[in-house]
Each structure stands twice: as C-alpha cells, then as structure tokens.
Nanobody, 119 residues
C-alpha cells in the first residue's frame, strides 16, 4: 500500500499561482501511476491530471490544459501540481491519488487540500 499526504493548498487571487505537493510513503512510489482530482461540495470528484510511473507521460483535463502542470520526483517520493493563472472556478478540494498498473482504478487517496481562488 501507499499513503498519501497533500499540502500546499490555500487562498490565492485569480491569476495567481499555487503549487500542491503530495508526499507518498509505503510501497515504492515509482511503481504507481499518480493523479490529481478535485471536488466541490455537492458534486462528483473530477479528474484534473495524471502522470505515468516514470513521469514520461502526462494527461490533463481540458479545463486545466495550459495552466496546470503535473510532475513527480521519484527520488523524493513527491507528486506535484503546479497551478498557474488560477480562476475562481478552480476552487475545490484537491486530492492526490495512486493506481497500480495495469489497473485503471485509482485505489489510494490522500485526505485532500483546500484551494480557494478569490476574484
């Protein structure tokens, strides 16, 4: 198993930047594909971005393309989400998640970190 702890959330003005981190412990970090999801109250958790085990392949949702960048440091066991040009609609709880290929199911989740974007 892997344990995930997010950090870096907070209050930021529209147009600003924020970097989220997710520290992983337990089973070898590099064996997991990693992702970020977000959720607002009353709505389902939405996909934001994902990255392959090596970091060589990434994918992101259309609404964050060109603004958010997912990356990972396998030597430090940390996943990142660089958020630039944030918008009020980016306000949500952001969750770090892991899946063990070849499974497509994200089975491990952090507790979440709140990001609030003011207009």
């Amino acid at each position: 198993q892997v344990q995930l702890v997010e950090s870096g959330g907070g209050l930021v003005q529209a147009g600003g930047s924020l970097r989220l981190s997710c520290a992983a412990s337990g089973r070898t970090f590099s064996t997991y594909a990693m992702g970020w999801f977000r959720q607002v109250p009353g709505k389902e958790r939405d996909f934001v971005a994902e990255i392959s085990r090596s970091g060589g392949s990434v994918a992101s949702a259309d609404h964050v393309k060109g603004r958010f960048t997912i990356s990972r440091d396998n030597a430090k066991n940390i996943l990142y989400l660089q958020m630039n040009n944030v918008k009020p609609e980016d306000t949500a709880v952001y969750y770090c998640t892991a899946r063990l290929p070849p499974s497509s199911r994200y089975a491990y989740w952090g507790q979440g970190t709140q990001v609030t974007v003011s207009s």
